[in-house]
């Protein structure tokens, strides 16, 4: 039998990747970051002028908790999201997450304040990240079988790494035509026109309806990508240890993509002051880390269906953990060029783990709640915000994020070995 899905899966696919692509706002903050935090930190606390007259300059660490806000609301509404997702429709979830998300951006831009940053995109943007962002990959997943599963879910959270390529540059460019609130309202309504026609059309899979299976040529090995027959309830899945080991996993794998990702921009203008064109277009390391962000969702989605999930995410972290290490001495010698290759295999890293942790729950505990089970799972992601304030707050202090790296690299290892001995839950009748 053909390896065929209906039509209608791979249009939820695209609408939910189109989606995503909206609610990936939270990659492009180091762009904003930029303008609102002075080159001379003695001038925080002071009113700017020109296109953002009204505006007050921040500190690195004032600038890093909308940001850090924005996380752990995003985490914490994944779980009514995810459970909107399951029982009401993924399209509800997808338009009300993105209205959210449009109210937030221009409540943002409007008041000129570090109060309405942080109510509109710290609060208003993680509520809507975290009802909109729960209910695509599990309405996609739902379509297709054990085998397809990383590359499907890579693919629709491709979307939400993918949104730094260009809101990035957009950001970039509306800052210099308009000013912050000019960039933030713009950005807003067109978040609020993108989720209603792509989340219009998002679906769950109907009742009885049954996935087609993998298509083993004779003589082939078998995908290692192999899930439960079981459709564990969340009650039950939070009994098990496997639960919160994945729920670490994803704390390890989020914390240190964070803290690069909060700090992209600035890591450039830092490494790459005597090179005039990339320390006056900072963004373009952040829009280089949402490419390879995005790759690294479908990527590691294709070859964690191949070699494994456990192996996926060993080989990820450890790779990346190299890099943290010797993020101060790239940045020392002022190599761009390794700055490139060290932030981007620290975004590979960070969105392959994007798209591991929803297949490794579906894998674990089934596909049938998969939303609020995902949700749950979902919470270590929002934990892994903490990297980013200390990261802020040891820069303050310190003048570099040295430490911050260090650190990040040694949670980073420690959540490799979790992996090596996390398998799946097995009932009596599984063994």
Same mark, same amino acid.
């Given at each position: 039998?053909?390896?065929?899905?209906?039509?209608?899966?791979?249009?939820?696919?695209?609408?939910?990747?189109?989606?995503?692509?909206? /609610?990936?706002?939270?990659?492009?903050?180091?762009?904003?970051?930029?303008?609102?935090?002075?080159? $001379?930190?003695?001038?925080?606390?002071?009113?700017? #002028?020109?296109?953002?007259?009204?505006?007050?300059?921040? #500190?690195?660490?004032?600038?890093?908790?909308?940001?850090?806000?924005?996380?752990?609301?995003?985490?914490?509404?994944?779980?009514?999201?995810?459970?909107?997702? $399951?029982?009401?429709?993924?399209?509800?979830?997808?338009?009300?997450?993105?209205?959210?998300?449009?109210?937030?951006?221009?409540?943002?831009?409007?008041?000129?304040?570090?109060?309405? /940053?942080?109510?509109?995109?710290?609060?208003?943007?993680?509520?809507?990240?975290?009802?909109?962002?729960?209910?695509?990959?599990?309405?996609?997943?739902?379509?297709?079988?054990?085998?397809?599963?990383?590359?499907?879910?890579?693919?629709?959270?491709?979307?939400?790494?993918?949104?730094?390529?260009?809101?990035?540059?957009?950001?970039?460019?509306?800052?210099?035509?308009?000013?912050?609130?000019?960039?933030?309202?713009?950005?807003?309504?067109?978040?609020?026109?993108? #989720?209603?026609?792509?989340?219009?059309?998002?679906?769950?899979?109907?009742?009885?309806?049954?996935?087609?299976?993998?298509?083993?040529?004779?003589?082939?090995?078998?995908?290692?990508?192999?899930?439960?027959?079981? $459709?564990?309830?969340?009650?039950?899945?939070?009994?098990?240890?496997?639960?919160?080991?994945?729920?670490?996993?994803?704390?390890?794998?989020?914390?240190?993509?964070?803290?690069?990702?909060?700090?992209?921009?600035?890591?450039?203008?830092?490494?790459?002051?005597?090179?005039?064109?990339?320390?006056?277009?900072?963004?373009?390391?952040?829009?280089?880390?949402?490419?390879?962000?995005?790759?690294?969702?479908?990527?590691?989605?294709?070859?964690?269906?191949?070699?494994?999930?456990?192996?996926?995410?060993?080989?990820?972290?450890?790779?990346?953990?190299?890099?943290?290490?010797?993020?101060?001495?790239?940045?020392?010698?002022?190599?761009?060029?390794?700055?490139?290759?060290?932030?981007?295999?620290?975004?590979?890293?960070?969105?392959?783990?994007?798209?591991?942790?929803?297949?490794?729950?579906? $894998?674990?505990?089934?596909?049938?709640?998969?939303?609020?089970?995902?949700?749950?799972?979902?919470?270590?992601?929002?934990?892994?915000?903490?990297?980013?304030?200390?990261?802020?707050?040891?820069?303050?202090? #310190?003048?570099? /994020?040295?430490?911050?790296?260090?650190?990040?690299?040694?949670?980073?290892?420690?959540?490799?070995?979790?992996?090596?001995?996390?398998?799946?839950?097995?009932?009596?009748?599984?063994?």
């Amino acid at each position: 039998m053909a390896d065929k899905v209906p039509g209608k899966a791979w249009v939820v696919v695209f609408c939910g990747t189109a989606v995503n692509l909206c /609610l990936g706002i939270l990659y492009a903050w180091s762009v904003w970051a930029g303008a609102l935090v002075p080159k $001379d930190l003695k001038m925080a606390g002071t009113v700017m #002028t020109g296109a953002n007259e009204g505006w007050v300059y921040l #500190t690195n660490a004032e600038a890093a908790t909308p940001f850090s806000l924005c996380v752990i609301i995003f985490a914490l509404l994944m779980i009514p999201g995810g459970r909107i997702q $399951d029982k009401i429709s993924p399209k509800f979830g997808a338009i009300v997450g993105g209205l959210f998300l449009a109210l937030g951006c221009i409540i943002a831009g409007v008041t000129k304040s570090y109060t309405g /940053l942080i109510i509109g995109f710290g609060v208003f943007g993680g509520i809507g990240m975290g009802i909109g962002y729960a209910a695509p990959t599990p309405a996609a997943l739902s379509w297709f079988g054990p085998h397809k599963r990383g590359l499907i879910a890579g693919l629709v959270v491709g979307g939400y790494g993918g949104a730094a390529l260009y809101v990035s540059p957009l950001g970039a460019y509306l800052l210099s035509h308009g000013g912050l609130t000019y960039s933030f309202v713009v950005l807003g309504i067109l978040f609020a026109v993108v #989720t209603i026609i792509a989340g219009s059309q998002l679906a769950k899979a109907p009742p009885g309806y049954v996935a087609p299976a993998a298509v083993v040529k004779a003589g082939a090995a078998p995908a290692k990508a192999a899930g439960t027959l079981v $459709d564990w309830n969340p009650g039950d899945m939070m009994k098990t240890w496997q639960f919160y080991a994945l729920v670490f996993m994803f704390i390890g794998t989020t914390q240190s993509g964070l803290l690069v990702i909060a700090n992209a921009a600035g890591l450039l203008g830092t490494t790459a002051k005597a090179i005039p064109f990339f320390a006056a277009n900072a963004w373009i390391l952040a829009s280089y880390g949402g490419l390879v962000n995005a790759a690294g969702r479908v990527g590691t989605g294709m070859y964690s269906d191949k070699i494994g999930r456990g192996n996926a995410y060993a080989l990820n972290c450890i790779i990346s953990a190299v890099c943290l290490f010797l993020m101060p001495s790239i940045i020392g010698a002022k190599s761009v060029f390794f700055l490139f290759i060290a932030v981007g295999i620290a975004f590979w890293q960070y969105g392959g783990g994007l798209a591991l942790m929803p297949s490794f729950t579906a $894998d674990f505990f089934g596909p049938k709640n998969l939303g609020m089970n995902y949700g749950l799972v979902f919470l270590g992601w929002g934990f892994g915000f903490f990297m980013a304030r200390i990261g802020g707050t040891i820069k303050d202090i #310190t003048g570099s /994020l040295d430490w911050a790296f260090y650190i990040s690299a040694l949670v980073l290892i420690g959540a490799v070995v979790l992996s090596w001995v996390t398998k799946r839950p097995m009932l009596e009748h599984e063994k």
